[in-house]
Structure formats: C-alpha cells, structure tokens
C-alpha cells in the first residue's frame, strides 16, 4: 500500500497498524535541509526512499528512522554506494562506484570516505590495494599500473597518494623521463613520488647502482657496476659522474735505450720503432682538463693500420669488386687524422727475437735507397763528362729500356704466382692478435709488441706496388715522349758519338742495376718473411666498451710509427751483453787439451 506524503514525497514500505511512526520534519543523514526521513518513530526494516531533488534514491535498512544495515545508495549520474551504513552514515565495508572515471573501490569507509584498507580498480585496469586515508593513499599499498604491454609494479609507503618513505618500484617498459624502463627495479627511499635518498638500481641490462639519489636521479657518493665491466666510485650529479673521462692518451715507448739518447722529436705524434724491437704502449683516459680519471673495467682495444690504397687499375677491378662482396667480412677503412684513410694490420706480444735475428743496418738492404744512385752507381766511361751528365744518361737510359723491364717483371711475377704463394702461405708465420685490456685506475698497458710479418697476399702492399709501379711508368713514358720530339737541326757528328757513348754505358748500368736490384729484392723477400715491411704505420687505441658507459665513448687516439732497421749501435751493445762464439779461446783451449795428452804419453813411457 503507497500512501501520498507532503511536498510530493513517496513511501513505500513497512508499516505498522497502518500508520507512520515519524517526526516529518527531521533531517535524514546526509542532512540534506530540504530531504526528510519519512520513517516512523522507532521504525525498521527495509525501505525505498527518493529524495526531493530526485538525485540521490536509497534502498535498504533502516533503524529508528535512519539507514543503518546494508543498504544502496542510488546517485543520479550512474554512482552508487553498496554497502553498510551506520547511524544514517556510509561506514563499514562496502562498494563505490564512481561513473565519471569508471573506477570502483571495495574497502573500509568512515563516514562516507575512503578510509582503511581498500582495493581501487581503474578504468584502464591498474589497481591499487592498500591503505586509504580521508579518500587518498596513505600508508603501505600494491598499486599495479597496466600499460599496452607491460605493467609497472610500486610496493611500498604512500602519503597524501604519493609514493612516499621505503619502497620498490619494477618499472614497465615504457621509457621514462628519469630514463627508466621495463624489467628496471629500484628498492630505498622515495620522497613525494620521487627517489631521493639511498637506494639501489637495478637496471634490466644487468648494470647495478647503489647510492644517494635526488630529484630521481644519481646525486651524491654511489657506486656503479656497469653490465661492460666499468666500475665508477665516487661522486654523481644530475645522473652522471662528476668528473667523466672524455679521450684516450697514448704513452709509447720504443725501449731502446740509443733511440733515447737522442733528443726528443718535436713532432710527438710520429714515432720511430725498429724491427726486431719490441716497444710498449700504454693509455690513460683523461678528461677535458687533461686529468687522469680513475676509471675500472674500460674496455680498450689497440689496433695497428697500414695506409688504405684503393684500387686504381683495370687489373684491379675485379679487386674493387670481390672488396664490395667482402664489405660484410672485412673491416672498413679507419679514418685517420694524418689525411689517409688505414687498413688493420696485425700486431703481437708472443714473438720472440734473439740478437742473431736482428738485421744489419747495411745501405745494401735499405730499400730507401736506390740503387740508380749517382753516389751509389758506376761511372761512365767518359771522363770529360760531369756527374750531372752521367745521371743524365743513366735515366735516359733507364727510360729507353723502362718498358721492356716492365714486361720483364710482370712475366717473372706471373711465372711467381702460381709457386711462390703457395711457399709463402706455408713460410711466413702467423701470430696470435694482441688482446684488448681493461683500465686499471685509469691506465692500462701493452709490453714487447712487435708488427707481425705481413700475410700472404695483403693487398695494401700489392695496390701501393702497383701504384708505384704505374706512377713510374706514367713518369718514364712522358720523360721518353720528350726525348723522342725530333730537334729542329740536323745532329752532328760529336752528338751521335755523345748518344753511342750513353748507350753503352746505360747497358752496363743497367746490367749491373738490375744485378743488383735482383739481389737485393731477394735479400728484402727474405727480411719480409720473418720481419714487416719498413714504412708508416698508424697506431690506434679505442675505446670498445660494450654497451658504452653512460651512452658515451670515449674519443680515440692515433700515433704515427715509422718502422725502421735497428741502428748499428744497438746491434754492438746486444752482442756484448750476448756474446757469440769466440774462435780464438775455443784454439788456446784445445791445444791445452792436447798439451796435457802429450805430457800425460810421455810420462807413461818414462
């Protein structure tokens, strides 16, 4: 039964002897001046009631006119309350539902505020269970925040619904702006929603931080365990170190105590090194100021390059093309400060070199010395004829029969290349590559190095070969262009007998040249085999540390080694320190020897 109430109100419910039990005028809980509880006096049971501005409807308990029990109440936008209800109050365990975020919360309230412990599940699914205070985060909660595909996880303390005191956060995937990201897990202190204090990073990359934080990032004393190896210990602002190395420094020493002697060079970036000799290198990693920062664990590699000749020839291009089938396999040309680009060439400390070993420093066997010399080569026949006239004649003639050794030497170097490579495969020896190092307080340090004998068929040298070979064809045919141009005269008799007398003498000169020249090619072969070429190298030491601490490498160095042949002075002073077979002592000892047979006979007889 519905019965009409004042100001258009409806009750519809139980009653008792068909009459309510109320004082019309009292305010129902929420205390609402213009809504009025409808119960009687001393009145229970479960009711409906819909309030005057047709925005809240409760349904549910009531106790002496109030909602006390379960009870729902209904709002007009979608909200609702689902719970108990206390003295006309939402108090106790119950359900919110909030329409315009689509979240809801399950949990303890007090006085219609979210307050104790509860689960909040928000729209996107990210939940959070824990402690509430007055509608806010406060205390120890779980708040799981989903993403696209990966969630991120906050254990620990809250206050006013920041992440507040100790706690644990695994990051999701997403890179933030304190450069965190998914499978990161940070456990220490947080101070309004931001690391600030001591705690510990572990990074998803295996690279490990303990130390202060500040404003979510690396402030004040820490250490890191960096996934390359690097270990930094010491102080850290805004995220990076305070004082960062930034270049490598190459410190070389030839050990050669003559080389010493002499004063030092005034270009520093160019070195003399000599075969046979080992020589150290040592790096520091400095900073901007030029000091040394005592880094741990960097990675550091040194290579040795020799000067990349492209290739220039029509011979040469099925090399340029088996280069770019290789550009996966071989490693690219290094840019270089001295204005080329290098190639690596093979560098060892495990070679061992005894004095023997070591070659003379004979004019004969420095191939930068040529044997078309005037100083070196023979004399004409003529002598009313000048030093000027007789280098003259010996490289018109060199000219006139340029082409023919040419001829000459490409049919020996093809008849060369079917045997001879296959001997030098088997003869030239190859050697284990140099390790790179790990810096130790900022140095670390490479002893008894040695450039390895090239290998078969380094294509550096054949192209430098070929382009020294066509620069000296180029030079030889102009040069004969220009002898050949008919004169404007008719010659006479003196300058034909003049000509006769420079032919005759270039075909000994030339002779005796090539003689030479043969001999001497050998004898280099030979050096080649067991010692690297004479020329430039460049040295190079970089920084390989994988992946880069901080995201940054440091700047290479390059040093400029000009291999040689060991100076005279130290092939006499190493054969003092190792003397070799003395002739005379080993005579006196066995004419002692004999001696004695001889008295120890004639005292047998006596």
């Avoid at 689509?102 to 824990?130: A, I, N, P």
């Avoid at 340029?320 to 270089?336: S, Y």
């Avoid at 002075?569 to 004999?594: L, N, Q």
């Amino acid at each position: 039964m519905e019965l009409k109430l004042f100001r258009s109100n409806t009750y519809a419910g139980e009653k008792f002897r068909d009459k309510r039990n109320a004082r019309p005028l009292r305010q129902i809980s929420e205390r609402k001046e213009h809504s009025v509880n409808p119960f009687p006096k001393r009145g229970s049971g479960h009711g409906i009631y819909q309030y005057e501005n047709k925005y809240f409807r409760y349904e549910g308990q009531w106790r002496n006119g109030t909602k006390h029990g379960h009870g729902k109440l209904q709002m007009a936008d979608g909200s609702y309350y689902e719970g108990t209800f206390s003295n006309g109050e939402i108090d106790g365990k119950g359900m919110r539902f909030f329409s315009q975020t689509g979240s809801k919360y399950t949990g303890q309230f007090v006085k219609g505020e979210l307050h104790g412990r509860g689960t909040m599940v928000y729209t996107d699914g990210s939940m959070y269970e824990g402690e509430w205070y007055r509608n806010r985060k406060h205390g120890y909660g779980i708040m799981k925040t989903l993403g696209s595909n990966s969630s991120e996880v906050y254990e620990g303390s809250y206050d006013k619904n920041m992440k507040h005191g100790v706690g644990t956060m695994m990051y999701a995937k997403k890179i933030r702006s304190d450069g965190c990201r998914n499978g990161d897990r940070y456990e220490g202190m947080w101070v309004n929603d931001m690391r600030e204090g001591r705690g510990i990073l572990y990074s998803n990359d295996g690279s490990v931080y303990e130390g202060n934080f500040q404003g979510d990032s690396f402030s004040g004393r820490g250490v890191m365990h960096h996934i390359s190896g690097l270990i930094y210990d010491g102080l850290w602002v805004n995220g990076f170190p305070e004082i960062m190395a930034t270049k490598l420094k190459i410190s070389f020493d030839n050990n050669s105590e003559i080389d010493k002697k002499k004063k030092s060079p005034k270009d520093k970036t160019k070195v003399s090194i000599f075969q046979g000799i080992g020589f150290t290198v040592s790096v520091e990693c400095l900073n901007e100021s030029n000091r040394v920062i005592l880094d741990q664990g960097r990675e550091i590699r040194l290579t040795v390059g020799f000067r990349y000749y492209p290739p220039v020839s029509d011979n040469e291009k099925e090399d340029a093309l088996f280069d770019m089938i290789e550009d996966d396999v071989e490693e690219k040309p290094i840019e270089t400060p001295f204005g080329y680009s290098v190639v690596p060439y093979p560098i060892t400390d495990q070679i061992n070199f005894s004095v023997e070993d070591i070659p003379d420093d004979d004019e004969q066997d420095d191939p930068s010395k040529s044997p078309t010399d005037p100083s070196q080569g023979p004399t004409a026949e003529s002598g009313d004829e000048s030093s000027d006239e007789k280098q003259e004649n010996t490289e018109n003639d060199k000219e006139e029969n340029s082409e023919e050794k040419d001829e000459e030497d490409k049919a020996e170097g093809d008849e060369n290349d079917e045997s001879p490579d296959m001997e030098k495969e088997n003869t030239v020896p190859q050697f284990p590559p140099i390790t790179t190092l790990r810096t130790k307080d900022g140095l670390c340090k490479w002893d008894d190095l040695h450039l390895t004998p090239a290998p078969p068929k380094y294509r550096p040298f054949e192209r430098m070969e070929e382009q020294e070979r066509l620069k000296s064809q180029s030079k030889n045919r102009s040069r004969s262009k220009e002898l050949s141009t008919p004169s404007m005269g008719r010659p006479s008799v003196s300058d034909i007998r003049e000509q006769g007398s420079r032919r005759r003498s270039s075909i000994k000169n030339t002779t005796h040249s090539s003689m030479f020249d043969k001999f001497r090619m050998k004898k280099q072969k030979a050096l080649e085999e067991k010692f690297a070429k004479l020329g430039e190298y460049v040295l190079i030491v970089e920084d390989v540390t994988n992946p880069p601490f901080m995201n940054r490498r440091l700047e290479p160095d390059f040093l400029l080694m000009k291999l040689k042949q060991p100076p005279k002075e130290f092939k006499r002073e190493s054969k003092k320190d190792h003397p070799g077979w003395d002739t005379s002592s080993h005579i006196k000892a066995s004419m002692r020897v004999k001696e004695d047979e001889m008295l120890s006979k004639k005292h047998l007889k006596d």
